[in-house]
C-alpha cells in the first residue's frame, strides 16, 4: 500500500519568502506528526496532530511556523518570513491512532534550502 | 526530560563480522524503545521496536536489539553485517503513555567494508 508522501521534495526559496509542505498520511492514520532535521542531526520533533487538532505544537520554533490538517488527513506546514536558519529536512510521519505503543512512519521528506 | 545518546557518529565493519551500535536513553518513566535506519535522500524506515516482555527485540533485515534496564541502553546489533547495511541509523525513546513526540538521537553512520 501506499506509505507517507511529501511535497515538494525539495524547495528552494529566498530569505523573507512564504513556503507551503504538504504531507499525505497513510490512509487511515489518524495521527499525523512533523519533524525536522538539520544536517548531522536526529530529526525534531514539531507538532503531532490528532485527527483534525493539533494535540502538541511545542516542538514549533516560532510563530513563524504554522501547522494545518483541516480534514483530518492531508496537513501543511507552513512557514512564514523564512531565514536561512530554516534550511532542513522537513520530515511528516503518521500512525494508526497515535498510541505510544506504535510505530510512525515517515515520509521521504522535504528538504528546504532558504537563501 | 527525554533524550538519547549514540556515543559513535560512525562505525566501521568488515562485511560478515558482527555489528552493534550503541544507543542509551533518558526517561522519567518506562520506555519504549525504537530504530530507524535511513538511507541516502530516502526517509526513515523502522527497523524494530521494545514495547514490553522479552527484552531481546528482532526486527527487519535481521537486525535485533537488547533491552536492557538497568544500563539504560538499548543498542542493535546483527550476526553478520553486508554491504548493503551501510546507512544511518537513529536511536529513539518515547515515554510510556506519551502520545506525542519521539526523541531521536543523533544518529551512528555505519559503514560495512567489503
Known amino acids: 500500500g501506499a506509505g507517507v508522501s511529501q511535497t515538494p521534495s525539495n524547495k528552494v526559496t529566498e530569505k523573507g519568502k512564504y513556503v507551503e509542505l504538504r504531507c499525505d498520511p497513510i490512509?487511515?492514520?489518524?495521527?499525523l506528526y512533523w519533524y525536522r532535521q538539520s544536517l548531522g542531526q536526529g530529526p525534531e520533533f514539531l507538532i503531532y496532530f490528532q485527527g483534525t487538532g493539533a494535540a502538541d505544537d511545542s516542538g514549533l520554533p516560532n510563530d513563524r511556523f504554522f501547522a494545518v490538517r483541516p480534514e483530518g488527513s492531508v496537513s501543511t506546514l507552513k512557514i512564514q518570513r523564512t531565514e536561512r536558519g530554516d534550511s532542513a529536512v522537513y520530515l511528516c510521519a503518521s500512525s494508526l491512532v497515535g498510541g505510544s505503543q506504535e510505530t510512525q512512519y515517515f515520509g521521504p521528506g522535504t528538504r528546504l534550502l532558504v537563501l | 526530560a527525554q533524550s538519547v545518546a549514540q556515543p559513535e557518529d560512525q562505525v566501521n565493519v568488515a562485511e560478515g563480522n558482527p555489528l552493534t551500535v550503541k544507543c542509551t536513553y533518558s526517561v522519567s518513566g518506562n520506555p519504549y524503545l525504537f530504530w530507524y535506519v535511513q538511507y541516502p535522500n530516502r526517509g526513515l524506515q523502522f527497523l524494530l521496536k521494545?514495547?514490553?516482555?522479552?527484552?531481546l527485540v528482532k526486527g527487519s533485515y535481521g537486525f535485533e536489539a537488547e533491552f536492557n534496564k538497568s544500563q539504560t541502553s538499548f543498542h542493535l546489533k546483527k550476526p553478520s553485517a553486508l554491504v548493503s547495511d551501510s546507512a544511518l541509523y537513529f536511536c529513539?525513546?518515547?515515554?510510556?503513555?506519551?502520545?506525542?513526540?519521539?526523541?531521536f538521537g543523533k544518529g551512528t553512520r555505519l559503514h560495512i567494508l567489503p
Open positions: 529513539a525513546v518515547r515515554e510510556v503513555n506519551r502520545d506525542d513526540k519521539i526523541i
Open positions: 490512509s487511515g492514520h489518524t495521527a
Open positions: 521494545y514495547i514490553t516482555g522479552d527484552n
